[in-house]
């Protein structure tokens, strides 16, 4: 029976991987016993309990803010060492694998200090900082992306976990939105909050569009949707909030725009979809770029500098790219030379060795 520890989050692009690896080894190992933690102040608090695993919280701010802030996060990442300590000691975990987020640097140190065996996970085509700083001690780091460091440290190109249900998700029916289910159709999602500066572009674009051959459905985000509930806008043309199935509406669309997160970009490759990205600029190593450039250097995406953008300019590529369908067809083409549809078994096989458990 495998004991598994995993650290995730701050965010949906390291928490949700972790979750479809965990999701994984429990519909092939129904014994296997998983912990989760964690900060108690981020995404994770929440959404792994809601996936049925056990969540342990750590009291630690992501360091981030003013300098005050940012002293106070690391000392709280510092402090809870020796917490963590006190978890794996009760746990007794046969190997603990982090997916980055500060709070998994004090889980690793913890494991370390221990002699507990741990592995990295990187979803990003950077190394993130906490990932970085504990790659030597690692006994393997696990890449989404093919990542050229100097390190000892072995290092797996195994792709992102993509859930069951994403991977499985059927196609949507689009008259379910008002809109046919013949016609290209165009997504634009920006995440489940949405984008200030996206919306201003997409607001602009989307009240005089007047598509002839395509049809497009803006996924506005909780905060921003109130002003669009009572404007009026082409037949083609449609505002929603948010989407709950949102894998199998990415299926039944011909073009993602989209901003260039881990989780954002692994939906889309695993529908095999092409996309025009527009990364935020205002993220972590500057990573939503890098991931663009290396899928634009695959042939797999448009890229949009967020400071180039406005509504003419996003206007036009989609209508260059709807009327080139042979374009389209290749971008389609190149995602699947990045989409691993086994990516949680290999990594699930090497976490089973680790733990003495391969039988194979």
């Known amino acids: 029976m495998m004991r598994i520890v995993f650290s995730a989050g701050g965010t949906g692009g390291h928490l949700y991987p972790a979750l479809a690896l965990a999701e994984y080894i429990k519909s092939q190992d129904k014994q296997a016993q998983i912990l989760f933690i964690g900060s108690i102040y981020r995404i994770e608090a929440t959404k792994v309990k809601e996936y049925g695993f056990d969540f ?9 803010g003013s300098l005050i802030k940012k002293i106070n996060g690391y000392k709280d990442v510092f402090f809870n ?4 300590k006190k978890i794996l000691n ?60 100097n390190t000892k440290t072995p290092i797996y ?3 992102n976990p993509v859930s069951y249900h994403v991977r499985k998700s059927n196609f949507a029916n689009l008259n379910d939105y008002g809109l046919s289910n013949e016609l290209p159709t165009i997504l634009v999602v920006m995440g489940s909050q949405g984008s200030m500066l996206m919306d201003e572009v997409i ?3 989307i009240t005089n569009l007047k598509p002839s051959n395509y049809q497009l459905i803006y996924i506005s985000g909780h905060n921003y949707y109130e002003q669009y ?3 009026k806008f082409d037949d083609k043309v449609r505002v929603i909030a948010y989407e709950d199935n949102l894998p199998s509406l990415i299926k039944s669309c011909s073009l993602i725009i989209s901003r260039a997160g881990a989780s954002a970009i692994t939906e889309i490759i695993s ?3 092409p996309s025009i990205l527009i990364p935020s600029e ?3 190593n500057d990573h939503q770029n890098k991931n663009a450039q290396l899928l634009l250097k695959n042939e797999c995406v448009e890229v949009i500098k967020e400071a180039e953008l406005d509504e003419k300019m996003l206007e036009s590529r989609i209508d260059y790219l709807i009327n080139n369908s042979q374009i389209l067809d290749k971008m389609a083409l190149n995602t699947k030379k990045l989409n691993f549809d086994d990516s949680a078994l290999l990594i699930y096989q090497l976490l089973k060795k680790e733990a003495g458990e391969d039988n194979e």
């Open 56 to 64: 342990y919280g750590l009291n630690i701010h992501t360091p981030s």
């Open 271 to 273: 529908a095999n979809k």
């Open 203 to 205: 607001h602009k674009m």
């Open 157 to 159: 190109n195994y792709g």
């Open 229 to 231: 509930q009572n404007l």
């Open 90 to 149: 009760k746990f007794k975990p046969d190997v603990v694998i982090g997916f980055g987020g500060y709070a998994s640097y004090a889980v690793l140190k913890a494991s370390s200090a221990l002699n507990i065996p741990y592995y990295l996970h990187e979803q990003n085509s950077i190394i993130g900082k906490a990932n970085h700083q504990l790659l030597n001690k690692a006994q393997a780091l696990i890449c989404a992306y093919p990542l050229d460091l």
């Open 282 to 284: 205002h993220v972590a």
């Open 81 to 84: 060492i020796n917490t963590c």
